[in-house]
């Protein structure tokens, strides 16, 4: 999506404050020098900043200027928060976060799916494990895919809180699919415990559901392990989702 200059006047500062160019406690230059430095008018600037606030990664006031916010006060949840994160690179203890929050989430997210999802909900991840297969034997976008799949699960929940969280929770998912997918027979290994979570919730079993998801869960969190043990550099989800070959 092509953004206008508001939209990329938010990315190039929230990227900065992110990758910490200004530092926690530090502080943005003056809107004179933004507006010289950016090549923007002073509207821009003011509305820019207005967005950055709103996202927890500054604040600013009267007479103090505009300061940059402990990382703890960000908001996590904001799909552009993740994205500059994931520009200006992981760290594992950002990723250990994520599964922290995969183990808190998901397990009754799908317990939820298991009782309320509908014929149409069931046909839409059915599709996503199909691609997810396909990539598997014949090569292609797994990722995408095994995304795809989680999501609809989250939304067969039929919570809205927990639907809304499924698309703050993208980037982060598909940074821990990524780490997965870089280990040998990975995405294979796991499609039996993808196939095992969708029957449970047809079937409405929401305790063999909830087991299902758990196990694979703790799978991918073994993966991970392996790849920052490993010291490789983490995947950036900025970049196309890595394509496997054919098994």
Known sequence: ?????????????GEAIVAGRFGAGGFLPAEPLLCEELGVSRTVVRESVK???????????????TRVLPDEQWNWFDPD??????????TPEFVRDLQDLRLIVEPAAIRL???RATQQDID????????MRHAVYEGGDYVTHDLRFHQGLLRAS??????????????LLRTSFEMSTRRK???????????AILDAVIAQRPDAAEAAVRQLIDSA????????????RLPSVSHPAHHLKAA
């Not at 999506?1 to 500062?13: Q, S």
């Not at 839409?124 to 691609?131: K, L, R, S, V």
């Not at 027979?185 to 196939?195: F, Y």
Request: glycine fraction near 10%.
């Open 1 to 13: 999506m092509i953004k206008n200059v508001h939209g990329n006047t938010v990315d190039y500062l």
């Open 51 to 65: 967005s950055l606030v709103a996202k927890g990664l500054i604040q600013t006031g009267p007479k103090v200027g």
């Open 81 to 90: 928060v993740i994205a500059w994160q994931a520009k200006a690179g992981l």
């Open 113 to 115: 799916a298991a009782q």
């Open 124 to 131: 839409t991840i059915e599709e996503a494990f199909a691609g």
């Open 158 to 171: 039929r919570n809205r809180l927990l639907v809304q969280m499924s698309k703050a929770l993208g980037a």
């Open 185 to 195: 027979d990975g995405p294979l290994s796991s499609l039996p415990m993808h196939r």
């Open 221 to 232: 969190g073994r993966d991970i392990e392996q790849v920052l043990a490993s010291r490789l």
